[in-house]
């Protein structure tokens, strides 16, 4: 990301911004796109990744649909471009507002979390007098053997229709005229590493589809969600394995003809898209610690204070990139301006001597970074850089 570019610019910007390397990200999207063609899976983007619309606007290009959250994200999808007839809404809590607004946009699905959602989309949709297409999200009880708090797809989580609600769960589809049921749909949880996961999941999908079609129903689309992780501890060149991932559903997925498979990837296309640029303001050497304090904080980038999430942080200032050498490493806690102890993203992190001034980039932050920020202690709004500016 930095090793052909002149950071010495960014001293000249003011931090903290979050940096975008569009072409790592079209590279990306490329790679992922490549690999998904020759099964013909479908890609949705989820917006809630990132949903900066100069990202969006690649994403929406290379010819990727939208997984959506809130009726916020729909309609942002919409103005950026996408093909409504590629946009599906998952989410446990759509208010009535949302899904009448995301039946106005007349999308592609809903990815329907509980069985007293479909008997309220069934009303909505009648009352516009509209036939809305429904994907049941089901919980498969798969473990992700992920970090518990990005965990979604087990009995104790809130997300999707638990397996003994199913039967009442098809008695309500086929008493709503309203709803058209084209598939299922899982997300087991996110950042996921060990692709064998997804070996578990296609086995509980399998299940699931010749459950449905027992009773008569037929699916169109099998959505298996997103959740493929990236390497946050080398986050140069790290284009994701989506030869791989895609590898394992071909084999492990009963597809039959007629069939569309879709998946919602987030984090694995646009993670190590983009670094957070931030100077040091001060430094502190106390008895027991030394801390860097940066000019960004917990409300630019939420991850390591919210689940302890590893960012790799580098003084650009002192890479072999810049002209100032220092061997003298020492350990530092780096952390923010922010009034919580927990404005920390990294403790004892081994750096070379720093100062005020310096530049650091806290890598890896390009999904669930920018669109975490929060305005607490009334920050400034994050700004955003492009590597096509600079
Ligand atoms: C329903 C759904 N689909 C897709 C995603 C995208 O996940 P990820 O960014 O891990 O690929 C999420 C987030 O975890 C999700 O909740
Ligand atoms: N926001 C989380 C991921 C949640 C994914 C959405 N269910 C993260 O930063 O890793």
């Known amino acids: 990301m930095f090793a052909d570019k002149d950071i010495s610019k960014f001293n000249n910007i003011e931090t903290p911004f979050y940096y975008y390397d569009t072409d790592l990200l079209q590279e990306t999207l490329h790679t992922c796109a490549t690999a998904a063609a020759p099964y013909k899976f479908h890609i949705h983007y989820a917006l809630?990744?990132?949903?900066?619309?100069?990202?969006?606007?690649?994403?929406?290009?290379?010819?990727?649909?939208?997984?959506?959250?809130?009726?916020?994200?729909?309609?942002?999808?919409?103005?950026?471009?996408?093909?409504?007839?590629?946009?599906?809404?998952?989410?446990?809590?759509?208010?009535?507002?949302?899904?009448?607004?995301?039946?106005?946009?007349?999308?592609?699905?809903?990815?329907?979390?509980?069985?007293?959602?479909?008997a309220v989309l069934n009303e909505l949709?009648?009352?516009?007098?509209?036939?809305?297409?429904?994907?049941?999200?089901?919980?498969?009880?798969?473990?992700?053997?992920?970090?518990?708090?990005?965990?979604t797809g087990l009995d104790e989580n809130k997300f999707g229709i638990n397996s003994w609600d199913l039967p009442e769960c098809a008695e309500t589809l086929n008493a709503s005229p309203n709803l058209k049921f084209i598939g299922i749909h899982f997300h087991i949880g996110s950042q996921i590493t060990n692709l064998d996961v997804y070996k578990n999941l296609c086995v509980r999908v399998n299940e699931f589809a010749a459950w449905f079609e027992d009773k008569g129903f037929s699916l169109k689309v099998l959505n298996v969600?997103?959740?493929?992780?990236?390497?946050?501890?080398?986050?140069?060149?790290?284009?994701?394995?989506?030869?791989?991932?895609?590898?394992?559903?071909?084999?492990?997925?009963?597809?039959?003809?007629?069939?569309?498979?879709?998946?919602?990837?987030?984090?694995?296309l646009v993670?190590?898209?983009?670094?957070?640029?931030?100077?040091?303001?001060?430094?502190?050497?106390?008895?027991?610690?030394?801390?860097?304090?940066?000019?960004?904080?917990?409300?630019?980038?939420?991850?390591?204070?919210?689940?302890?999430?590893?960012?790799?942080?580098?003084?650009?200032?002192?890479?072999?990139?810049?002209?100032?050498?220092?061997?003298?490493?020492?350990?530092?806690?780096?952390?923010?301006?922010?009034?919580e102890s927990t404005d920390c993203f990294g403790k004892e992190v081994e750096q070379p001597e720093s100062f005020r001034g310096d530049i650091f980039a806290i890598r890896s932050a390009g999904a669930y970074g920018e669109v975490m920020a929060s305005k607490y202690n009334l920050r400034d709004a994050i700004r955003s850089v492009y590597s096509y500016e600079i």
């Open 225 to 268: 969600g997103g959740g493929l992780g990236i390497d946050y501890y080398h986050p140069d060149h790290q284009i994701p394995d989506f030869k791989s991932y895609f590898k394992i559903f071909n084999e492990f997925l009963t597809v039959k003809p007629g069939q569309e498979v879709h998946f919602e990837l987030g984090r694995a």
């Open 48 to 118: 809630k990744a990132n949903f900066n619309a100069v990202l969006l606007n690649q994403i929406k290009e290379i010819g990727f649909g939208a997984d959506c959250v809130s009726a916020g994200e729909v309609r942002r999808a919409v103005e950026v471009g996408f093909d409504n007839k590629k946009i599906v809404f998952a989410g446990v809590g759509k208010s009535d507002k949302e899904i009448n607004e995301a039946l106005d946009l007349d999308i592609f699905c809903f990815n329907v979390e509980s069985i007293q959602e479909l």
């Open 271 to 339: 993670g190590q898209s983009a670094s957070l640029i931030t100077r040091v303001l001060y430094i502190k050497n106390g008895k027991k610690k030394n801390f860097v304090v940066l000019d960004a904080g917990m409300t630019e980038l939420m991850r390591p204070a919210l689940y302890q999430a590893y960012h790799k942080i580098e003084n650009l200032s002192k890479t072999p990139n810049s002209k100032l050498q220092t061997p003298n490493l020492i350990k530092y806690d780096i952390v923010g301006p922010i009034c």
């Open 125 to 151: 949709a009648g009352k516009k007098g509209k036939i809305a297409q429904v994907a049941i999200r089901i919980n498969p009880n798969v473990d992700a053997h992920t970090h518990h708090n990005i965990t």
